[in-house]
């Protein structure tokens, strides 16, 4: 072995530097290191679409010395991707060789793209599926040599990028295969306001359509070809159609797998001083207690800070997370989307609102007591406040009309 | 370090005049007076909030500067972090408007600059001896101590009750 450190952590994104982080608060001596096998030091990964419109610059997104991750002598070693782990011996292995004894372990590996392979051609050149820095700075790149292009997939990763494309004059065609773009976030009704601000932003949507070809020439990608016989003609294209956990390197290592990374309430694997956090890593439902994975930066730091304290000594039990938490804008429209919030043909108590610049969806159980789901569209103030409501699981019987017309505040939670 | 100070909120004094969202407003502005204020684009933003809440109760919201603040850590860009003082704040620079921590603030009070496309929020005043509400307060609903020293206030006016029950 080449040398030992007292914590190992194996990936350097959200759910990694945020262990980091707090293992340093609670302990300002001990030996932190952050493998990743990125080239570049940690950033801030939501914020790589904004290297490609070209409203920021990489070092602009740097994760060390930003908000909460101030901590000193956490050290990084990227181009550092570790190949194995020997839990008896306390030890991890790097692709080019190289050993590293640990005291305790946090495996945070992330995700990466998923790369559907009923799609032909997807190693054509101009083809990306952005997440990393080094993707984006690819991505920028092309952009110089790309008319139009082609997004697979209506989530909110591809909407990013897909504005991104549009801030650089570049026409862009979104190819969905649900009937409604961001159909993991709401239902096909929830969405109108948002497919109108798309709609009005120049964005081409062509739903119910499925990729089967990318077409390419000398140049790199020149169509897309869909299910229906239709081409678009295109010199890019962009693949968002969701993650993969990266736990292939823990193969033998005796972690036990289920879908992800399995972690008990403290974020604490099967194998002694091993633990887990982030997309890698399954997860509970606070409000069904479902076991589920996310892919979400704000998930994944909540979970890397929990299983900080746990391995710095501190037990804090993970309260587990949403499977859906989502804020942001898009075009000119802010929404929010968190809990349950698919209701097809589930009974619930849905109330439902709308007007020309808000829609509002609030989801309650069947007796109507417990607030388990909201979409809210266009006006999104004090959506935290019901965040809190859902994950508490609060009697909300006393403020149940205020919810509905969207008017609680945090003075109707103080006791009278 | 001396224990930074806190506003603490008395909701039993407020009357919900707001004078508070007032001052607060005109403290953030770019001229700082009222008459400057109240004619510029965009608008200056109070960072308080007075709510009513049934049957008769104000409540000033502001933001606690939570010790474990769900914001901070939330945020996708970096744009939240703590001072030396303790007081949270939101660097606007590198905010990017994506709303994440409205949408994990549990008071509701990051209010959202849709002209600028950013989020903001209390500052405490950070080159004011007293937060701007604070000062303008007209009935004491706003108090601006450190930890200890309000809760001595709190018990030695608690205290007071208590004789005063004895007494009667």
């Known amino acids: 072995m080449d040398s030992a450190e007292a914590y190992v952590i194996v990936g350097g994104s959200a759910a990694g530097m945020a262990a980091a982080q707090a293992i340093r608060e609670r302990d300002p001596a001990a030996g932190i290191t952050v493998l990743s096998e990125e080239a570049d030091a940690p950033y801030f990964r939501p914020l790589i679409p904004y290297l490609v419109s070209g409203r920021k610059q990489a070092r602009e997104m740097t994760l ?75 991505m920028a790149r092309r952009v110089e040599a790309t008319r139009r292009a082609v997004m697979l997939g209506g989530g909110l990763l591809n909407l990013k990028a897909a504005f991104a494309l549009l801030e650089r004059g570049i026409r862009v065609t ?24 798309l709609d009005r932003a120049g964005l081409e949507i062509r739903t119910g359509a499925a990729a089967r070809t990318i077409l390419g020439d000398g140049s790199g990608v020149r169509a897309v070809g869909l299910d229906d016989g239709t081409e678009i003609e295109c010199q890019m294209v962009c693949i968002g159609k969701g993650v993969r956990p990266n736990m292939e390197f823990l193969a033998g290592s005796g972690v036990r797998i289920g879908g992800g990374i399995v972690a008990d309430r403290f974020t604490a694997c099967n194998q002694p001083n091993t633990f887990a956090a982030g997309d890698v890593a399954v997860t ?95 006006d999104i103030a004090n959506a935290g406040i019901y965040r809190y409501l859902i994950r508490e699981k609060r009697d909300i019987s ?15 939670l103080l006791p009278n | 370090m001396t224990q930074p100070k806190e506003i603490f909120v008395i909701t039993d004094r407020c009357v919900g005049c707001r004078t508070c969202t007032i001052a607060c407003a005109v403290a953030h502005s770019a001229s700082r007076t009222l008459f400057g204020a109240v004619a510029e684009t965009p608008r200056p933003k109070s960072r308080i909030y007075v709510e009513w809440a049934a049957p008769a109760h104000k409540v000033p919201l502001v933001c606690r500067h939570c010790e474990d603040a769900p914001c901070m850590h939330a945020c996708i860009s970096g744009a939240i972090r703590r001072t030396d003082d303790g007081v949270v704040i939101t660097d606007t620079d590198k905010c990017i408007g994506c709303w994440t921590c409205v949408m994990v603030c549990p008071y509701g009070v990051i209010g959202r600059d849709l002209e600028r496309h950013k989020a903001y929020r209390c500052d405490r005043c ?40 004895k007494g009667s």
């Open chain 1, 284 to 378: 509970y439902e606070p409000v069904s207690g479902r076991p589920i994975m996310t892919a979400l930066w704000t998930n994944a730091v909540e979970m890397g800070r929990c299983a900080g304290l746990n391995m710095a000594g501190v037990p804090t039990a993970y309260t587990g997370t949403f499977g859906i938490l989502n804020a942001t804008q898009v075009a000119d429209m802010p929404f929010v989307s968190m809990g349950t919030v698919h209701t097809g043909g589930l009974d619930f108590q849905i109330y439902r609102h709308a007007s020309a610049n808000a829609y509002r969806k609030l989801v309650f159980d069947p007796e109507g007591r417990r607030l388990m789901g909201a979409v809210l569209v266009g």
């Open chain 2, 126 to 165: 950070q080159d004011r001896d007293i937060p701007a509400c604070v000062a303008a307060c007209p009935t004491g609903a706003l108090v601006y101590q450190t930890v200890p020293a309000y809760a001595a206030d709190v018990r030695r006016h608690a205290s007071g009750e208590m004789v005063k029950g």
């Open chain 1, 398 to 412: 006393a403020v149940k009309r205020q919810i509905v017309n969207h008017q609680l505040h945090y003075g109707h």
């Open chain 1, 64 to 138: 060390a010395g930003s908000g909460p991750y101030t901590g000193r002598d956490i050290q990084v070693w990227t181009e550092a991707r570790v190949t194995a782990v020997d839990c008896k011996g306390q030890r991890v292995t790097l692709a080019d060789g190289r050993q590293l004894g640990y005291g305790k372990v946090l495996f945070a590996t992330g995700s990466r793209p998923f790369l559907p392979p009923e799609i032909k051609g997807t190693d054509t050149e101009g083809v990306f599926a952005l997440r990393t820095l080094a993707d984006a700075r690819r």
């Open chain 1, 174 to 197: 979104l190819v969905v295969f649900s009937p409604e773009v961001l159909s993991q976030l709401m239902d096909p009704e929830d969405a109108l306001l948002i497919r109108r601000a």
